[in-house]
C-alpha cells in the first residue's frame, strides 16, 4: 500500500519512498526548554506522533530523533532579541541548566500525559558542541562562512535557491521576516553558527571553539544533529510551520552546503493552533498548558481527540467550548466501546478475513497524508457492524488504538484505570450470583463497584457500566 504526505517542499502530495526500503529516518525539531510547552506547541507534537504511529501501522520502521534545545535559541529566529535559556533563568532565580532541566522533565510529563511516544533518540544541543564546531568547519572549508566582528556567519548568497523550501522570493523573505539591520551581516538574510562577541557579555553557556570562546547559533543544532543521528540523508523533518521560513530554511542551506547534496526529502509542517486573538505564543503571557487543562477539569486525552478532529496542515481554532465538545465525544465513543468490552465472548470464531479488510481500510486512509477523519470513520464502522463479534470488535478497537492512542481500550475513573476485564468477570459473577439467590455476594459485588465509581445499568439485554 502506498503511503503519502505533503511535502512542504513540492507543494503536493507525493507517494512517501524512503531513502531505505522498509526503514524511515525523521527528526523533529523539539523544544526549547525555557518554559512550559503550550497547547500549540503540543498539537505538532501530536502530529508527529501520528505521523510516526501511522508509518509503524504500515511497518516501517522509525528512527526518530528530536533536540532538545537549551542553548543558543534568541527571540528571534533571526538572531535578535534575548537568549530564552537566560530569560528563563532570570525569571525563576535558577541556572540555566535548573531551568532546562525542570522544563525538559515537564515536557516529556506532557507528551507522556498526551499519548506521545517517545522519541528513539533525543539529543540535548549542550551535549553536542562538538558536532555543530565540526559542521562549521566543514562549510568555513567549502567557503560558505565569514567573522565579522568576532561572529562566524553563513552567507546565504553562496547558497543557490536559499528560499527553495519558503517558496518565495528573497524580498519577500526579508519582510515576512522583519528582519533587523546588523551592521555585521553582508546580507541581512545571513544568520549565525557560532557567537563569539554577542552582546551577552555574561553569558554562562560558553565552549571553547577555533573562533573564541561563544555558543553555537539556533540553527546549527539540528543540523549537526540530526546527520549524526540519522546520516546524510533524511526522509522526514517535521516542525511547525512557523518553522519554514528562517530556521527549516537555513538548516536546509547549512546542511546541503556541508554536504553537498540534496538533504531531506519530505518537509511535512503542523499549521498553528489559533484562539480568538490570534497565534498562540509564549511571548504574550497567559499561555494555556496540559496543566491547564487538567485544573479546568479536561484529561490530555481529550486535548489530543480534539487535535485528531482537525487536518494538522489546517489551523486549528481553540475555545474551551470546542473543547467541551471533543470531551463529550470522546466518553461517548469510549462508553460504546466499553459496552463492547464487556460483552466479548472470549469462545467467540475470529474472522481473519473480517479483521484484515477493515484494518485495510483504516491504513488506507491513514497512508493518505494522515486523514485521521476518515480513519475514525472506520473505526465507528467496526462498532456498528452487526456481523462482527464483539471478540472481532475489541481486537480492531485495540489495533486503531496503536496509531489513535486515546486509551480507548481503557475507561477512565478520575484518576485512575479501569479494568475492564476485573469489571466483565465480576459482572458475570454478580448475575450467577443472582441465579443462584446468593443475595450476600451479589450485594458484594455491587459493593465494589461503588468503591470503583462504576454504576450497573440492568436491561432486557444484559448489564452494562458506565463511570459515574
Known sequence: MSFYVYNTLTRNKDEFIPYKEGKVGMYTCGPTVYNYAHIG????????????????????????????????????????????????????????????KFYE?????????????????????????????????????????????????????????????????????????????????????????WFTNSKFSNQI??????????????????????????????DIHCGGIDHIAIHHTNEVAQSEGA?????????MHAEFLVVDNGKMSKSTGGFLTVAKLEEEGYSPLDYRYFCLLSKYRKQLVFSFDSLSEAKKG???????????????????????????RYKERFASY????????????????????????????????????KVLSLDLMTMENGDSKVDEKLINKLIIERADARASKNWARADEIRNEFIAMNIELLDTKEGTTWKTK
Open 366 to 401: 491513514i497512508s493518505d497524508d494522515l486523514n485521521i477523519a476518515n480513519a475514525f470513520t472506520v473505526l465507528f464502522d467496526v462498532l456498528k457492524d452487526e456481523e462482527l463479534s464483539n471478540k472481532e470488535k475489541s481486537i480492531l478497537v485495540e489495533d486503531f488504538d
Open 205 to 234: 553557556m560558553q565552549w571553547e571553539s577555533p573562533w573564541g570562546r561563544g555558543f553555537p547559533g539556533w540553527h546549527l543544532e539540528c543540523s549537526a544533529m540530526s546527520i549524526k543521528y540519522i546520516g546524510e540523508y533524511l
Open 41 to 100: 506547541n503540543l498539537r505538532t507534537y501530536i502530529f508527529e506522533d501520528v505521523l510516526k504511529k501511522s508509518l509503524e501501522y504500515v511497518n516501517y520502521k522509525v528512527k526518530h530523533v528530536m533536540n532538545v534545545t537549551d542553548v543558543g535559541h534568541l527571540q528571534s529566529d533571526g538572531d535578535e532579541g534575548e537568549d530564552k535559556m537566560a530569560l528563563g533563568a532570570s525569571r525563576e532565580h535558577k541556572t540555566v541548566w535548573e531551568i532546562a
Open 330 to 356: 470522546l466518553k461517548k465513543l469510549k462508553d460504546r466501546i466499553a459496552t463492547v468490552l464487556i460483552a466479548v465472548d472470549e469462545n467467540d470464531l475470529v474472522s481473519d478475513e473480517k479483521i484484515e
Open 259 to 267: 554536504l553537498g547534496h540534496k538533504w531531506v526529502k519530505y518537509w
Open 105 to 193: 522533565d515537564s515536557f516529556f510529563e506532557d507528551c507522556t500525559k498526551l499519548n506521545i511516544k517517545r522519541p528513539t533518540i533525543v539529543c540535548r544541543a549542550t551535549e553536542h558542541i562538538p558536532d555543530m564546531i565540526n559542521l562549521i568547519k566543514i562549510l568555513e572549508e567549502k567557503g560558505y562562512t565569514y567573522v565579522s566582528n568576532g561572529n562566524v556567519y553563513f552567507e546565504i548568497d553562496k547558497f543557490p535557491n536559499y528560499t527553495k523550501l519558503a517558496n518565495i522570493s528573497i524580498d519577500e523573505l526579508k519582510a515576512g521576516s522583519r528582519v533587523e539591520i546588523d551592521p555585521n551581516k553582508k546580507n541581512p538574510l545571513d544568520f549565525v553558527l
